[in-house]
């Protein structure tokens, strides 16, 4: 069963959001995200939160319609960090997140980390409105569309990187924030491979649903 977490972001298009929708899914509303649902009239099954800004409004109405409200005060973890942590003490471990930009870049880079530091135990996608944004710690090959723009950075570091299938090959390079990057490459093949010892990359992958 896959889930999909809603943060207080901007939120892709509805066409995107059904396809992560379909087949069996429980939605989570991370406290404020529940009035983006309420906005496109879907029913979160959990809302989870210290509840600062989801608002009474939306929680009668999310209460009435049979959400499960769980409020966690603590001040340690975000709302996003606290649905993740509920996610794997339910052992929901195939995650979608929408609206993890687009409006603070605080929230957004802040976000990337608790992505990085939750993908060791989850299989976690970012999705906006073009690329769903992921990390990988190993080698891996993705299907793709030929001369579409893919990304990717280390987060923080990957080391002796070779790959298939772009424009722009890496030989052996490494990669590290705030050093070099591998962003606006172009595909050459349906396939990309990524071969590198050891680290992570932030990966951007088109998911070609607009």
């Given at each position: 069963m896959r889930t999909l977490i809603f943060l207080?972001?901007?939120?892709?298009?509805?066409?995107?959001?059904?396809?992560?929708?379909k087949g069996r899914t429980i939605i989570i509303a991370a406290d404020g995200g529940c009035?983006?649902?309420?906005?496109?009239?879907?029913?979160?099954?959990?809302?989870?939160?210290?509840?600062?800004?989801?608002?009474?409004?939306?929680?009668?109405?999310?209460?009435?319609?049979?959400?499960?409200?769980?409020?966690?005060d603590e001040q340690e973890t975000t709302d996003f960090e606290k649905s993740l942590?509920?996610?794997?003490?339910?052992?929901?471990?195939?995650t979608y997140v929408f609206g993890f930009s687009g409006l603070r870049i605080d929230h957004t880079v802040n976000n990337l980390s608790?992505?990085?530091?939750?993908?060791?135990?989850m299989n976690i996608k970012m999705i906006d409105n073009e690329f769903e944004v992921f990390i990988i710690n190993k080698?891996?090959?993705?299907?793709?569309?030929?001369?579409?723009?893919?990304?990717?950075?280390?987060?923080?570091?990957?080391?002796?990187?070779?790959?298939?299938?772009?424009?722009y090959k890496l030989k052996g390079e490494n990669l590290k924030f705030g050093i070099r990057e591998g962003t606006l490459n172009l595909s050459t093949s349906k396939v990309i491979t990524l071969n590198f010892d050891k680290g992570d990359l932030l990966i951007f992958k088109k998911h070609f649903l607009n």
């Open positions: 207080n972001g901007e939120i892709p298009n509805r066409k995107i959001v059904e396809h992560y929708k009035k983006k649902l309420k906005s496109i009239n879907i029913i979160p099954n959990v809302i989870i939160g210290d509840l600062d800004s989801a608002g009474d409004s939306a929680l009668r109405y999310f209460r009435s319609k049979g959400s499960k409200i769980i409020k966690i942590i509920y996610c794997k003490a339910n052992n929901l471990l195939e608790i992505l990085k530091r939750h993908t060791e135990y080698s891996t090959s993705i299907n793709y569309r030929k001369n579409e723009l893919f990304s990717f950075v280390g987060m923080p570091k990957a080391f002796n990187i070779h790959t298939k299938g772009l424009k």
